[in-house]
């Protein structure tokens, strides 16, 4: 069965610091990997997703996030964060046999100005 | 992508009624999806609804208590029944847009629900 962790439940970054925010999965076959974000009294919104190729994908409003199958890792990264990226953030994991998405417990980022 | 409206937003209601949540999708979808989130926590899958079909409730959710419509491909419905405080929460409708395994899933704005 898939899972997904993110160990941190809050992180804290000052304005134009590079931020993290840490994912990792497991699943049975080849891992389909998302970050959602979800700012206040919104529904989730797609950052990104990797389904093969470059470990390194590029999504919306600058964020990126890096697979390393060896860690069984997706972390989400921002070279220089901003005050507006405070929100929550959700990894998810899908595997070639699951029709659904599991998702992790979240992480709350806050960029203090 | 895909553009999901939900309606009602938000609403108060009384325990032991009921609260039928509308999701409308401005494109065709094959994979329709319900989810509960308790506000700053993570998703609960609540079933997936195919068109044609009879939805797929995940372990711990009854279709006498959620029961789901799915008449078309743009369109689904959530019903919550004989309503509690412990089905304050918000619920989220989501679609994939084709079966492929690699395809995103979008997210409606979510419909909050207060039980009093």
């Given at each position: 069965?898939?899972?997904?962790?993110?160990?941190?439940?809050?992180?804290?970054?000052?304005?134009?610091?590079?931020?993290?925010?840490?994912?990792?999965?497991?699943?049975?076959?080849?891992?389909?990997?998302?970050?959602?974000?979800?700012?206040?009294?919104?529904?989730?919104?797609?950052?990104?997703?990797?389904?093969?190729?470059?470990?390194?994908?590029?999504?919306?409003?600058?964020?990126?996030?890096?697979?390393?199958?060896?860690?069984?890792?997706?972390?989400?990264?921002?070279?220089?964060a901003l005050v507006s990226d405070s929100a929550l953030y959700f990894c998810a994991v899908r595997d070639n046999y699951g029709q659904n998405f599991v998702f992790g417990p979240g992480t709350r980022l806050s960029v203090l100005p | 992508s895909a553009v999901i409206s939900q309606k009602p937003s938000r609403d108060i209601c009384q325990r032991g009624t009921s609260l039928t949540i509308q999701c409308q999708v401005d494109s065709q979808v094959t994979m329709m999806f319900w989810y509960r989130q308790q506000p700053g926590q993570s998703l609960t899958l609540i079933a997936t609804a195919n068109q044609g079909s009879e939805a797929t409730y995940e372990s711990g959710f009854v279709i006498d208590k959620f029961p789901i419509s799915r008449p078309n491909l743009t369109f689904s419905t959530l019903t919550v029944s004989n309503l509690s405080p412990e089905d304050s929460s918000i619920y989220l409708c989501s679609v994939v847009h084709a079966t492929g395994i690699s395809d995103t899933q979008y997210f409606g704005p979510g419909t909050r629900l207060t039980v009093l």
């Open positions: 069965a898939q899972s997904v962790a993110q160990p941190e439940d809050q992180v804290n970054v000052a304005e134009g610091n590079p931020l993290t925010v840490k994912c990792t999965y497991s699943v049975s076959g080849n891992p389909y990997l998302f970050w959602y974000v979800q700012y206040p009294n919104r529904g989730l919104q797609f950052l990104l997703k990797y389904i093969t190729g470059d470990n390194l994908v590029k999504g919306s409003y600058g964020f990126e996030a890096e697979f390393n199958k060896s860690q069984t890792s997706f972390h989400l990264k921002k070279p220089s | -």
